[in-house]
């Protein structure tokens, strides 16, 4: 079974452009996050979707953030324009339900960097 | 959310016994206990859930005691692969949201 595929894997742009990360979910799984991780720390969400409703954006900065999951599969993260200070790893995870047992698969991430 | 403490790192050698300890003084009843291991350029993978006592898989095993504010992951004859961070995370019955803190950064040697 495919895990969680996530693109680009690595990715330089210099501030103010926009940049778009993709993930796609294992089959079946309804429930998709999205996470940032600075070097050295551990991952923080961003927003969370049950299918296609995105049920916790609370930490989602809406100014220059955002994300789609249009038809409750693969899902699409944008940040319009970048900042140096959005250099990090970007994660994408899928579970299978939204319990609190359900464990959460992460993708390897996509690697931005921002000069 | 219960905040968790964890060493920052672990140095241990090939064949031993490992075991890392988290704090977690303001959980919850209803909360859970779950491990994560991640990596260099992977994301984060479920290593072992639990409540209390005792919860053992085919990697590792979770020793929570009664009070449960504290656990700790067990890891038997750890191999050079073993070398990751490990995140202890206290998950909130009904809420999916998971804070990871700093982990703490197992190095195997030879």
């Known amino acids: 079974e495919a895990g969680v595929v996530q693109s680009p894997r690595y990715k330089i742009i210099e501030k103010k452009q926009p940049v778009a990360f993709w993930c796609n979910p294992i089959s079946g799984h309804n429930t998709l996050y999205w996470y940032l991780q600075n070097l050295g720390q551990g991952p923080e969400l961003l927003i969370r979707?049950?299918?296609?409703?995105?049920?916790?954006d609370s930490q989602l900065p809406k100014d220059r953030f955002s994300a789609e999951r249009l038809k409750g599969v693969d899902s699409t993260l944008k940040i319009q324009p970048a900042e140096l200070g959005d250099s990090a790893v970007y994660l994408c995870?899928?579970?299978?339900?939204?319990?609190?047992?359900?464990?959460?698969?992460f993708g390897p991430g996509t690697r931005l960097t921002v000069l | 959310l219960a905040k968790t403490t964890q060493p920052i790192s672990m140095d241990s050698y090939e064949g031993q016994e490992v075991n890392i300890t988290c704090s977690h003084n303001n959980i919850a009843t209803n909360d859970y206990i779950t491990w994560y291991q991640q990596f260099p350029s992977q994301g984060p993978r479920f290593i072992i859930q639990g409540y209390k006592t005792k919860v053992t898989n085919e990697v590792a095993s979770l020793f929570i005691p009664a009070d449960r504010k504290s656990s700790t992951l067990s890891l038997p004859r750890v191999s050079l692969s073993d070398t990751a961070v490990y995140y202890c995370l206290v998950v909130m019955t009904g809420f999916q949201k998971l804070v990871f803190g700093t982990g703490t950064r197992l190095l195997v040697s030879p």
């Open positions: 995870a899928s579970s299978l339900g939204s319990g609190e047992y359900n464990e959460q698969f």
């Open positions: 979707y049950e299918n296609e409703e995105a049920v916790d």
